[in-house]
């Protein structure tokens, strides 16, 4: 069975839930829209739902180094497919793989 934060991604993507994690020190609230690969690193694309417990000023797809994720844990926290989220956007092409449906 695969360990680390892979496993929990994919299956927060699949599930559509939310994850808590740390980024730079940071508490971040994540909903993963699609992991992919760039230069032999892993890197996931989400919308931060929540930071330090305080809300964003607007929804913003931002990507994030998989490797600097800490702390990653699955919520029962349901999220819905973001408009900004655009899977056949260049980026992704031949590299993705998992991403919300």
């Known amino acids: 069975m695969p360990t680390g934060p892979v496993p929990k991604v994919f299956e927060a993507i699949?599930?559509?839930?939310?994850?808590?994690?740390t980024w730079n020190r940071d508490k971040?609230?994540?909903?993963?829209?699609?992991?992919?690969?760039?230069?032999g690193d892993l890197f996931v694309d989400a919308i931060?739902?929540?930071?330090?417990?305080?809300?964003?000023?607007?929804?913003?797809?931002?990507?994030y180094k998989l490797a600097g994720l800490g702390d990653l844990r699955l919520t029962g926290r349901a999220f819905t497919r973001s408009a900004l989220f655009e899977p056949e956007a260049e980026k992704y092409d031949g590299v993705t793989l998992i991403a919300v449906e």
């Open 14 to 21: 699949v599930k559509r839930l939310c994850l808590n994690a």
């Open 28 to 39: 971040v609230v994540l909903a993963p829209h699609v992991v992919y690969t760039r230069h």
């Open 48 to 63: 931060t739902v929540a930071r330090n417990g305080m809300l964003p000023r607007e929804e913003k797809l931002g990507t």
